[in-house]
């Protein structure tokens, strides 16, 4: 099980791919990296179109501000913790 119960979408398979690298400790930067790459996994495969158009669109435009702010919007444990900690990874 993931963070949060997440399963589908960007989110989903960013942490999937977190947990499967043994749940380091990466940067901002490297989260950015890799909502990049989900959703680009997500377009190739014909997923996410409806949930994630916006991102979409902002990744495709570089707009490097708005993917930035939607990866820290995430609160993907390793990055942007909330309180309480998240019960799958301990961090809060």
Same mark, same amino acid.
């Given at each position: &099980?993931? #963070?949060h119960? !997440?399963t =589908?979408? @960007?989110?989903?398979t960013? @942490?999937?791919? +977190? %947990?499967?690298?043994?749940?380091p400790? +990466?940067?901002l %930067? $490297? /989260? !950015?990296?890799e909502?990049?790459?989900?959703?680009? =996994?997500?377009?190739?495969?014909?997923?996410g179109?409806?949930?994630? $158009?916006q991102?979409r =669109?902002? !990744?495709? =435009?570089?707009d490097? $501000?708005?993917?930035?702010? +939607? /990866? &820290?919007g995430?609160?993907f #444990? +390793?990055?942007?913790? $909330?309180? *309480? *900690? #998240?019960? !799958? #990874?301990?961090?809060?």
């Open positions: &099980m993931s #963070c119960g !997440i =589908q979408g @960007v989110m989903g960013v @942490v999937r791919r +977190w %947990e499967a690298a043994g749940r400790d +990466w940067s %930067e $490297r /989260t !950015i990296d909502v990049k790459w989900a959703d680009a =996994q997500l377009s190739r495969d014909g997923l179109k409806i949930r994630h $158009r991102l =669109q902002h !990744i495709q =435009q570089g490097e $501000r708005y993917v930035r702010l +939607w /990866t &820290m995430c609160h #444990c +390793w990055v942007n913790p $909330r309180n *309480p *900690p #998240c019960s !799958i #990874c301990n961090r809060g």
